[in-house]
């Protein structure tokens, strides 16, 4: 999982080209989960130090705030990957703003498995063996 993370945030930080693995997408966003819950987890705990719950979990929000500030373009770009891995093109992203559907929609279309072999976007990441092997996997020097 954090292979998969760092690949999105480190190697393609801002790469609006290519396709996104199902795998690669909810990996990361399961990451971005867990550090907003371990961000609300500190400022609760420094909270409860300094003796302000409330003043701890804004402490806890800005500094996630500001993490998110740093991830937003990795964020936007995995999203964009991830529509052409099904064929879609990225501002297809925006019909999440329309209410009620346009968020279901684009939650299907991201849990919807990716288009076998080649499309407009690129080739398909299923096929890129090595760079399966390669997640996870660490080299002793």
Sequence with gaps: MIEWYKKVVFENYANFNGRARRSEYWYF???????????????????SIFDNALGGLFVGYLVFALYSL???????????????????????????????IGGIWLLVVICTEGDSGSNDYGSDPKSNIEEINEIGNVELQ
């Design 29 to 47: 966003t399961l990451m971005q989960f867990l550090i907003l819950i371990s961000f609300f987890i500190l400022g609760a705990g420094i909270g």
């Design 70 to 100: 740093a991830t937003f373009l990795p964020t936007l770009a995995v999203v964009v990957r991830r529509l052409h891995d099904v064929g879609k093109s990225g501002w297809f992203y925006f019909i999440a703003l329309i209410p009620f």
